[in-house]
């Protein structure tokens, strides 16, 4: 296992860098001079040029990149161009809320997704089958700012139930969660039908049930644990999902997350508080990666027994 492990571990370097790599590439190349954007328009070109010899920004493309790579070695990935605070510091202010968000819609895709999933596989064709497939449907084709200004129109200005922006309550989170999540619980239901589907189909569920197992034993003990393999990968990938979709939703409710902080930090051309917040959601979402291919393993015994 701990080979398993290691080896996962080493997967991430690659993609960690390659992340960094590319996003440096588009900001480098994106129109607009971050010189200008900080300074105003009313800044001398002498002043300009100062603060584009200050930060770097007059240096090539590699030569700028090898700096940002060997100072984030040493945990510096820079300072702010508009508050000239550490970009680590503003990102690990905001980071706490957007990560909050991704998990509570992910609890929810999963709470309602896996059982939704399961009872409908069992029931195929039935009315129950039927309306949470359409819902299913409504939820992957509905846009998130749509969702949450509708769920804003309704629940906050016309019942006055739930806050319409914030994230300082219990109360608060309901509506942004809701709306993260509701293509997530559609994505998870569909897929953890379809491998019920499959899996249901299998000799060994025949014969379990040839045996006179009961069917509630057949579905949650032989046939489950199958079908949650990919459904555990699903529940991995759309976790990195909810952290890039976290910005509408931000936006929309005025949460001061990561998201959010990333939108602002693009209209000022804030290149090392884009990268920063680009890099951290790298690396949440690289260990949550790690963390699924270890649930992975602990649901298939196959991939502990390769590295024994």
């Known amino acids: 296992m701990f080979k398993y492990i290691a080896r996962r571990i080493l997967f991430l370097l690659p993609v960690l860098v390659g992340v960094s790599f590319i996003v440096f590439s588009l900001l480098y190349i ?10 105003g328009d009313q800044a001398t070109e002498e002043a300009v040029q100062e603060f584009r010899n200050k930060e770097g920004l007059n240096d090539p493309f590699l030569v700028q990149y090898g700096r940002y790579v060997y100072k984030a070695l040493q945990g510096d990935i820079g300072r702010s161009y508009m508050t000239r605070r550490p970009v680590s510091d503003e990102i690990l202010s905001a980071f706490p ?4 968000l ?5 609890v929810i895709a999963i709470l309602l997704g896996i059982p939704f999933g399961i009872i409908s596989a069992i029931r195929q064709y039935s009315l129950f089958d039927s309306v949470t497939m359409v819902f299913a449907m409504v939820g992957l084709s509905m846009p998130v700012f749509w969702l949450g200004i509708l769920l804003i129109l309704f629940f906050s200005v016309q019942l006055r139930w739930l806050p319409s922006s914030g994230f300082d309550s219990l109360a608060a989170m309901i509506l ?5 999540a ?34 509630s034993v057949v579905i949650w003990r032989h046939a489950l644990g199958n079908a ?13 999902h909810l952290l890039g979709g976290a910005v509408l939703t931000e936006s929309i409710f005025s949460i001061p997350g990561v998201g959010r902080l990333m939108v602002e930090a ?21 260990l949550v990666n790690l963390l699924v ?5 602990w649901v298939d015994p196959r991939i502990k027994a390769q590295y024994k």
């Open 30 to 39: 994106t129109p607009g001079d971050p010189a200008r954007m900080v300074l």
């Open 97 to 100: 809320s957007t990560i909050k």
């Open 102 to 106: 991704a998990a509570l819609s992910m």
């Open 176 to 180: 942004p969660s809701i709306t993260l």
């Open 182 to 215: 509701a293509q997530s619980v559609a994505i998870v239901t569909r897929m953890t039908r379809s491998s019920m589907l499959e899996v249901v189909r299998q000799d060994y569920i025949r014969t379990a049930r040839a045996k006179g197992q009961k069917e």
């Open 228 to 240: 949650l393999i990919p459904v555990v990968t699903v529940v991995g990938l759309q976790f990195g």
């Open 266 to 286: 693009i209209k000022m051309r804030d290149y090392p508080l884009v990268q920063g917040g680009v890099l951290y959601i790298a690396i949440a979402f690289s």
């Open 293 to 297: 291919d270890l649930v992975y393993a």
